[in-house]
Nanobody
């Protein structure tokens, strides 16, 4: 199975930037997409951004479009999430996932441990 490890979270002021990384290992050859989700306390896990691996095609939630950018480094099986113009409502634990889903977290079986992003006012 695919093993995923996120890093890069932390505390940042509103308007600032942060770059998250997700390193994948294991059986990644058949992965259709790698996707970022986030979950705030008391809220449902929600889709943030995804990338279709073979096509290098990205897609985003409306709430982050224009502010976040997902990218990949094939040789390292790594996906990045560049987050700019951060808002307090972006505060959440961010997870990366790999598999054959699109935006529904229930369609992904491989998950990282999560990394906390906190945006202060």
């Amino acid at each position: 199975q695919v093993q995923l490890v996120e890093s890069g979270g932390g505390l940042v002021q509103a308007g600032g930037s942060l770059r998250l990384s997700c390193a994948a290992s294991g059986r990644t050859v058949s992965t259709y997409a790698m996707v970022w989700f986030r979950q705030a306390p008391g809220k449902e896990r929600e889709f943030v951004a995804g990338i279709r691996w073979s096509a290098d095609s990205s897609y985003y939630a409306d709430s982050v479009k224009g502010r976040f950018t997902i990218s990949r480094v094939n040789a390292a099986d790594t996906v990045y999430l560049q987050m700019n113009s951060l808002k307090p409502e972006d505060t959440a634990v961010y997870y990366c996932a790999a598999g054959w889903g699109v935006t529904d977290p229930r369609d992904f079986a491989s998950w990282g441990q999560g990394t906390q992003v906190t945006v202060s006012s």
